[in-house]
């Protein structure tokens, strides 16, 4: 982000950025910085929390008014409060059936906790507004399926013109995982993203499901493959034995 | 919360020396008081309007989001998986706070919010953004747009 503000000040703009890496920002010197102390995919904090949100975009853009520089990075004191696990939440639940059983069965399984959460998902959908399930273009259920058949090892054809199959696979699992975490989310409750990712990779078909596509795809000799399985499906943290 | 110390080994180390661009100048705009100032915002996090192409990999271009977008019609494509969404789904301004631009806008605090805003996919290299981003800025320029808000992801 901050080579961005660097281009962009050297064609008159002035720029503020939001760090959420310091020792990235700190290596490449921008102008202006607001390092913020949350979670990467939170550089305004926390959801639903205007307040907390406006205080940082405003200490960012008060850094814009400082005379100092020509590098400087502040950082904003406060840590996000919804980083903190809420035990008041319970995952949906999913009959043992489906949510475990062998790799065999898997992919029927996955099919079928789509089906399951639908009820919870309509019940975010209608709490938020919106739903960020939509990369793929495909419905949900068909984004099930489409996963599925790759888990089977059927290497379906991409459905959509255009995008190459492994790249509308990752699309695919992308639109599962949005589809089952928000399904997870839609209580009254607010879970941590830890809360939700603990559920999704450790007790869900969707979750063993990609674990098991990303060790299948591993063993692929399509390069382009290998490298979305490798890197785009399970996040470090989450991969087997990553500890 | 998280800082690098939160994160798994590995990855904190492979964030905090991840090589950057070590440039040879130091530009430094400066401008009005805040109060007069037009702002946008430039994301690094993959936004899409739904319905336009996602990000493609490291595609080094950028896309397009006018002010009129609804919260429902933006989707991040970003190609990195190792940071959350969940926030983002629950609230966009998480990521792309233009419903807090246009509160300090309301309130007179800022000047106004520029007419469109702006997306990278910022796992791309950075080299490789460069005539995008000044062709960018060409863009910011004729909505008089004089200050960028930069949030990653």
């Given at each position: 982000?901050?080579?961005?503000?660097?281009?962009?000040?050297?064609?008159g703009i002035a720029t503020v950025a939001i760090?959420?890496?310091?020792?990235?920002?700190?290596?490449?010197?921008?102008?202006?910085?607001?390092?913020?102390?949350?979670?990467?995919?939170?550089?305004?904090?926390?959801?639903?929390?205007?307040?907390?949100?406006?205080?940082?975009?405003?200490?960012?853009?008060?850094?814009?008014?400082?005379?100092?520089?020509?590098?400087?990075?502040?950082?904003?004191?406060?840590?996000?409060?919804?980083?903190?696990?809420?035990?008041?939440?319970?995952?949906?639940?999913?009959?043992?059936?489906?949510?475990?059983?062998?790799?065999?069965?898997?992919?029927?399984?996955?099919?079928?906790?789509?089906?399951?959460?639908?009820?919870?998902?309509?019940?975010?959908?209608?709490?938020?507004?919106?739903?960020?399930?939509?990369?793929?273009?495909?419905?949900?259920?068909?984004?099930?399926?489409?996963?599925?058949?790759?888990?089977?090892?059927?290497?379906?054809?991409?459905?959509?013109?255009?995008?190459?199959?492994?790249?509308?696979?990752?699309?695919?699992?992308?639109?599962?995982?949005?589809?089952?975490?928000?399904?997870?989310?839609?209580?009254?409750?607010?879970?941590?993203?830890?809360?939700?990712?603990?559920?999704?990779?450790?007790?869900?078909?969707?979750?063993?499901?990609?674990?098991?596509?990303?060790?299948?795809?591993?063993?692929?000799?399509?390069?382009?493959?290998?490298?979305i399985a490798g890197n785009f499906m399970v996040?470090?943290?989450?991969?087997?034995?990553?500890? | 919360?998280?800082?690098?110390?939160?994160?798994?080994?590995?990855?904190?180390?492979?964030?905090?020396?991840?090589?950057?661009?070590?440039?040879?100048?130091?530009?430094?705009?400066?401008?009005?008081?805040?109060?007069?100032?037009?702002?946008?915002?430039?994301?690094?996090?993959?936004?899409?309007?739904?319905?336009?192409?996602?990000?493609?990999?490291?595609?080094?271009?950028?896309?397009?989001?006018?002010?009129?977008?609804?919260?429902?019609?933006?989707?991040?494509?970003?190609?990195?998986?190792?940071?959350?969404?969940?926030?983002?789904?629950?609230?966009?301004?998480?990521?792309?706070?233009?419903?807090?631009?246009?509160?300090?806008?309301?309130?007179?605090?800022?000047?106004?919010?520029?007419?469109?805003?702006?997306?990278?996919?910022?796992?791309?290299?950075?080299?490789?953004?460069?005539?995008?981003?000044?062709?960018?800025?060409?863009?910011?320029?004729?909505?008089?747009?004089?200050?960028?808000?930069?949030?990653?992801?």
């Amino acid at each position: 982000m901050s080579a961005l503000g660097h281009y962009l000040e050297e064609e008159g703009i002035a720029t503020v950025a939001i760090s959420l890496i310091r020792p990235q920002t700190e290596k490449t010197k921008p102008p202006r910085a607001l390092w913020v102390p949350f979670e990467l995919g939170r550089p305004f904090g926390p959801p639903s929390d205007p307040a907390f949100q406006k205080r940082v975009i405003l200490a960012a853009l008060q850094v814009l008014e400082r005379e100092k520089g020509p590098v400087l990075i502040e950082d904003f004191p406060d840590d996000d409060p919804r980083g903190r696990p809420d035990p008041a939440w319970h995952p949906p639940f999913i009959p043992a059936g489906v949510a475990a059983g062998s790799d065999g069965s898997l992919a029927a399984r996955l099919v079928a906790e789509i089906v399951l959460l639908r009820d919870a998902h309509q019940r975010w959908v209608a709490q938020h507004g919106r739903t960020t399930v939509g990369l793929s273009g495909l419905p949900i259920s068909e984004c099930a399926r489409y996963v599925a058949d790759w888990l089977r090892g059927t290497a379906p054809a991409s459905p959509r013109e255009g995008f190459s199959a492994p790249l509308m696979l990752r699309f695919a699992v992308d639109d599962v995982k949005a589809y089952c975490l928000e399904a997870a989310a839609a209580e009254i409750a607010k879970p941590s993203s830890r809360q939700l990712g603990d559920w999704f990779w450790n007790e869900t078909a969707a979750g063993a499901t990609i674990h098991a596509l990303r060790e299948a795809c591993l063993s692929s000799e399509d390069e382009r493959l290998k490298l979305i399985a490798g890197n785009f499906m399970v996040p470090a943290a989450r991969v087997r034995g990553s500890g | 919360m998280t800082r690098l110390t939160d994160l798994p080994p590995a990855q904190a180390k492979r964030l905090a020396e991840l090589e950057c661009p070590d440039f040879a100048t130091r530009p430094r705009v400066t401008g009005p008081a805040l109060s007069r100032r037009r702002v946008a915002i430039v994301s690094s996090a993959g936004l899409v309007v739904r319905g336009e192409n996602p990000f493609r990999g490291r595609d080094p271009d950028y896309r397009v989001i006018p002010a009129d977008t609804r919260p429902e019609e933006l989707l991040i494509s970003h190609i990195s998986i190792n940071f959350d969404r969940t926030g983002f789904q629950e609230d966009w301004n998480v990521v792309f706070p233009l419903d807090r631009l246009r509160e300090l806008a309301a309130e007179g605090t800022i000047g106004s919010v520029g007419q469109t805003h702006y997306s990278f996919m910022g796992a791309t290299d950075p080299v490789q953004m460069e005539s995008h981003a000044r062709e960018l800025a060409g863009r910011l320029k004729s909505d008089q747009v004089d200050a960028v808000i930069l949030p990653p992801v």
